[in-house]
């Protein structure tokens, strides 16, 4: 069982930053990859980066490359988010999920994460 607990939502003015966390914990915490969710209201789910845990390698959706960055502290058994330029339309709530080993070709969908974190609110103002 793996359990995923996000932090670092909050409120920031359009153009700032925030960074979120996903601290990774449970059996064989390592071997998971880690993508990173929002879901607005009235909102799909959108897919917006994952990370594999075999070579490091990342994935980002068109709507935030450039802006975000996914990286892995394995020490800290930590994933994060950096997320820069923010803008109103990046309200939402974040969350993120876990998928053995590497992040599937349909990592944006979600449909292959078997944990997910409770979610942390990010609130964008103009």
């Known amino acids: 069982q793996v359990q995923l607990v996000e932090s670092g939502g909050g409120l920031v003015q359009s153009g700032g930053s925030l960074r979120l966390s996903c601290a990774v914990s449970g059996s064989s915490s390592e071997r998971w990859a880690i993508g990173w969710f929002r879901q607005a209201p009235g909102k799909v789910r959108e897919g917006l980066s994952c990370i594999s845990s075999t070579e490091g390698r990342t994935y980002y959706a068109e709507s935030v490359k450039g802006r975000f960055t996914i990286s892995r502290d394995v020490a800290k058994n930590t994933v994060y988010l950096q997320m820069n330029n923010l803008k109103p339309d990046d309200t939402a709530v974040y969350y993120c999920?876990?998928?053995?080993?590497?992040?599937?070709?349909?990592?944006?969908?979600?449909?292959?994460?078997?944990?997910w974190g409770q979610g942390t609110q990010v609130t964008v103002s103009s």
């Open positions: 999920a876990s998928e053995w080993l590497d992040c599937g070709y349909y990592w944006a969908s979600g449909s292959e994460y078997e944990h």
